[in-house]
């Protein structure tokens, strides 16, 4: 009975309790943001001390039962836990802030992601929304002044073209140089696959959408690179694309819309009147003493001479301005992008097109890109996941010939173009028949041939993840990169290279295939503070690339530009070659307490480049961390982080032709009629790796809570090995052979810097900074049979490779001026001071103290930010290198070649006249063959240059507000891109970013644009 009575009473004081509850708990509503502002989906909210709880949605909400005397926590992974009492309020909105001893930044190195206080190599890693701002076509260009240790040159400002980037100087005399590509783990490749090397050239990563972006990593010491084996000698840049998230479908729509002009370009070439001015002046120099020749009677007796056409005499002095008829002003860019995002706590999703129009600045050019990507990730069980993302683009560009000195290259024209030149017949149509000079009018060439590189490009990559057992997983990767070139070159019947054989076209189709297979197993062990994470991993790689080529002349009609249709002179060709590499890698990463770091690498590979004995190479490295501020004695202090480490490593380079080490035959011959065979290449079948080994100590800080922080850090790398040509006996009936001779040493010093000056909330300032150097130095080379290092720079008139100096170092007679008292030219006759000459062959060459490489570079950003608006800038620099002006020797001349045959630049009109004048520029004559324009120092520039990279404001409308328009976000922004560049030496007129052989060339220039960007999120 008493039994029965207890459990009544039970029962009955439950039911109080119940009731009781229901009478004070009622419904509490909020909502969760961080510092920001942005809603945080997933975060957990419990009533202390209970089990009750939920967790907010994809925008931020929660709802729960509560009573006045419970006190709400909220957390949430990498932040602060907070409560919140619930006294008498109904609604409860939390702020949440990064827990800086928890927020760990997680760093993604290809093969493994480390979180940053697990490395002991040296990278950084650029955010997709720093890269997204970039309104440039190819992503890598966003990475320029944000990268201690990167230099990125524009080898062309023509949309789509391939950019030339080292880290940490150079590594190699005749081999690759570029650092290796890696999209989502997985190696690509990334070469030049323009159809043609007299044209612009075509980047497969400008087929990328930056917006399809989540970060680019930069590897740069063996630490980080060794992983790669030979293709991560050049370093290695690291892109990860964008996967979905769980929580509702987020739509997001990226749309910008500007101008761009040429950044920088201070040469203006003469006018037809100081070109009139200056031909008379020439002429009276050289022919008046003897001939009669005055002022007042040249131009006559020069077409009496022969020396110009009659027309010379009935110039009305109207200028013709070339320059601004060839620019594209105000070249319009366009870039939209839409994008949807979403999962479930099982799958996710990310999937977005795009579509880019991009301009060029001078006619003729352009870029248009249409591209598509998915990325899918899906939990099949609790131990096996599977992902897979494709990407589709095709890119269109309508290249320029601006590889070398083509005359149908539109600034060619803009700078050699006779300016006594009418461009226009007298309907107003571009004229096929100009009176002075060779060149082609670029007008009509431009309107009339019919040029285009095609690139469609696909990449798949897929992955299976199998925990078969726990904490061990094997990890299955399948990538597939393939690349179509389709390339068209249709050159007219009337005006240009091709009117002399009645119409032309080039065609080619190219198609690289590259695929990789990565198999590997991870197993991840913690046992107290003992953290050790194991990978082995094999890898194969295979490349594959065709090519087809075909030719034809003389068309019978206009409107045909295909092959079929051409009837004279018809030409084939094709190739076929493919590469292999086999790779075996085991990863070592062991932490004790997350304070002392040891981390391993080693890579066995084996390339088809090399013979069968040499095809495989060893390579690895160790490297060593201690995260000091884990310490005791530091855990209340100032530092919020603090790490020393230490790496050392050995990578190699494999960036060699295919076959190289092979005694080749070459079927190419013809005679009469019949094929036949001649040697082609001596061979070496101990060819092998040029091999690097480098080391690498730094540190790295955190003040106040990161408030400020910064890393500096030394490296020393020496490649050896180094490929040479090396001369052969003539009895062997060749000239050279590729040998392993040869050693170089790049060493320096990198440092960053950031400080968060004000943080209030509403109001924050952040600037930052990074600065490095590079030390280049031949330290050997292969002999020669004199016994005497060989040269391999010997055959240059601009350059020298000697030991003891960098390489490819500038090397030419220095320039003494001009002789006030005869107006000639001088040089000094031992290269450096002293007495002068105004024989340019008696003059002596010498280093000229510099190389193309900068031997310095950095960068410095800021941001401001106020509420919703905000406002930022970054500046690039460079410096410690010398560029040439190459084309000086067109349009420098002080005789016919620039007064007779091209064009001048204004500088001319600065010639000397009479005795006692002090200037630059010798006195003119016509007929005189002098050598002023002629390799010298005259024509060599300090490179040191800093550029304002980008600039921009905008405003985000809060998301209060966006959401009573049906938004969850609205940015508006203006942004400016090389919108100022300033230069150490007045004399370099052209721009200063060129490519990184160190040559100003008439190529197009980068460009400076001006954009409005809109980001909507829905």
């Not at 075509?202 to 930069?218: G, H, Y």
């Not at 899906?378 to 290249?399: K, V």
């Not at 300032?765 to 010997?794: F, H, K, M, Q, R």
């Amino acid at each position: 009975m008493k039994q029965k009575l207890s459990g009544i009473l039970t029962l009955l004081l439950a039911l109080v309790v119940q009731i009781s509850f229901a009478q004070e708990s009622r419904q509490v509503t909020g909502t969760v943001t961080d510092g920001d502002g942005l809603p945080l989906p997933g975060v957990n909210i419990l009533v202390k001390g209970t089990q009750r709880g939920t967790q907010s949605d994809f925008d931020g909400n929660y709802s729960l039962l509560a009573s006045p005397s419970d006190i709400l926590v909220f957390s949430y992974l990498g932040f602060e836990t907070i409560e919140r009492p619930v006294g008498t309020a109904t609604r409860i909105d939390a702020t949440l802030t990064p827990d800086a001893s928890e927020l760990e930044e997680v760093v993604v190195m290809g093969y493994v992601t480390r979180g940053k206080n697990e490395m002991t190599g040296s990278s950084v890693q650029v955010s997709g929304e720093q890269i997204a701002e970039v309104p440039m076509v190819s992503a890598d260009q966003a990475l320029q002044g944000r990268v201690a240790g990167l230099q990125i040159s524009t080898s062309s400002g023509t949309p789509g073209s391939v950019q030339d980037v080292r880290i940490r100087g150079l590594s190699s005399l005749s081999a690759s140089n570029e650092p290796l590509y890696v999209i989502d783990g997985v190696p690509v490749i990334n070469s030049n696959i323009a159809g043609s090397t007299a044209s612009s050239s075509l980047s497969p990563l400008a087929s990328i959408n930056a917006q399809d972006i989540e970060s680019m990593t930069v590897l740069k010491d063996a630490s980080a690179t060794a992983a790669y084996g030979a293709r991560g000698s050049n370093g290695v840049i690291v892109i990860t694309t964008k996967k979905g998230k769980s929580g509702e479908v987020r739509f997001d729509f990226n749309s910008s819309i500007g101008i761009q002009n040429d950044a920088y370009n201070e040469r203006r070439v003469l006018t037809g009147p100081e070109r009139l001015e200056l031909t008379i002046e020439s002429l009276v120099n050289a022919y008046g003493a003897s001939n009669g020749f005055t002022p007042e009677n040249a131009l006559q007796l020069g077409v009496n001479f022969r020396l110009f056409p009659s027309a010379i005499l009935d110039y009305d002095g109207e200028i013709y301005d070339w320059d601004n008829l060839i620019k594209n002003e105000d070249a319009l860019l366009q870039n939209y992008t839409f994008s949807a995002s979403g999962g479930t706590d099982v799958s996710s999703f990310y999937a977005s097109v795009g579509y880019n129009n991009t301009e060029a600045t001078v006619i003729g050019a352009g870029f248009e890109r249409v591209n598509g990507s998915v990325n899918i990730q899906r939990q099949f069980r609790d131990n096996l996941d599977f992902s897979t993302s494709f990407n589709a683009s095709h890119s269109t560009q309508n290249p320029i010939l601006e590889q070398s000195s083509y005359f149908s290259n539109p600034f060619i024209s803009r700078y050699l173009m006779n300016p006594l030149n009418n461009p226009f017949n007298e309907d107003g149509t571009p004229t096929t028949d100009l009176t002075f000079g060779s060149l082609h009018n670029t007008l009509y060439v431009t309107e009339n041939n019919v040029t285009r590189n095609a690139l469609t490009r696909l990449i798949s990559n897929s992955s299976l993840d199998w925990e078969f057992v726990d904490n061990l997983t094997f990890r299955n990767t399948f990538s597939m990169d393939y690349q179509l070139n389709d390339y068209k070159d249709y050159r007219n019947r009337y005006e240009g290279d091709a009117a002399p054989v009645n119409g032309s076209t080039d065609a080619s189709t190219e198609q690289n295939f590259n695929f990789v297979y990565q198999g590997g197993l991870n197993y991840t062990f913690n046992l107290g503070d003992h953290n050790l994470d194991v990978t082995g991993l094999f890898e194969y790689q295979k490349n594959q690339n065709s090519y087809v080529y075909a030719y034809g002349e003389n068309f019978p009609t206009d409107g045909l530009t295909n092959i079929a249709s051409a009837s004279a002179n018809f030409d084939a060709f094709s190739s076929y070659s493919d590469w292999y590499n086999v790779s075996y890698l085991a990863l070592l990463n062991y932490n004790y307490a997350r304070k002392y770091v040891l981390d391993a690498t080693f890579r066995r590979e084996g390339s088809s480049r090399f013979a069968e004995g040499n095809r495989f190479g060893n390579f690895g490295s160790v490297g060593a961390a201690w995260n000091l501020h884990m310490e005791d004695f530091l855990v209340d202090s100032a530092f919020s982080s603090l790490r020393l480490r230490a790496s050392y490593g050995i990578t190699g380079n494999s960036g060699i032709g295919l076959n190289e080490y092979q005694a080749l035959l070459s079927y190419s011959a013809d005679y009469s009629n019949n094929g036949g065979a001649i040697p082609s290449q001596f061979g070496n079948p101990d060819l092998t790796w040029e091999k690097g080994e480098a080391y690498d100590v730094g540190m790295s800080f955190g003040l106040f809570e990161n408030r400020l922080s910064g890393s500096f850090s030394y490296y020393h790398r020496r490649t050896y090995d180094l490929l040479q040509s090396v001369p052969l006996s003539l009895t062997t009936g060749f000239n050279f052979q590729s040998r392993n001779v040869g050693e170089m040493i790049n060493k320096g010093i990198e440092a960053e810097l950031s400080f968060m000056v004000v943080d209030t909330g509403d109001f924050s300032w952040n600037v930052a900074a990074n600065y490095a150097t590079v030390d280049n130095e031949v330290t050997e080379l292969a002999l020669g049979s004199d016994g005497n290092p060989i040269n391999p720079n010997s055959a240059s008139s601009y350059k020298t490779t000697e030991v003891g100096l960098p390489a490819g170092a500038w090397f030419m007679r220095t320039w003494a001026g001009v002789d006030p008292q005869t107006g000639e030219p001088t040089w000094y006759l031992n290269g450096v001071d002293g007495e002068v000459t105004s024989n340019y062959n008696a003059a002596e060459r010498v280093y000229q103290g510099a190389s193309a490489l900068p031997e310095y570079s950095g960068g410095f950003s800021t941001r401001v930010q106020y509420k919703g608006f905000f406002a930022d800038a970054n500046i690039y620099f460079a410096g410690g290198h010398k560029i040439y002006e190459q084309y000086a020797q067109f349009y420098m001349s002080v005789n016919s070649f620039s007064l007779g045959s091209y064009n001048g630049v204004e500088e001319l009109l600065e010639r000397w006249q009479q005795p006692g004048d002090i200037t630059d520029v010798p006195a003119l004559n016509y007929a005189n063959g002098r050598s002023f324009q002629a390799t010298s120092s005259r024509h060599l520039f300090d490179g040191d240059y800093v550029r304002l990279r980008n600039v921009a404001v905008g405003y985000s409308l809060p998301t209060r507000v966006a959401e009573t328009i049906g938004l969850d976000g609205l940015t508006i922004s203006l942004r400016g891109t090389n919108v100022a560049t300033w230069l150490k030496d007045d004399g370099l007129k052209l721009d200063p970013e060129v490519q990184a052989i160190g040559y100003t060339t008439l190529t197009t220039p980068p460009v400076e644009s001006y954009t409005v960007g809109v980001n909507l999120k829905f």
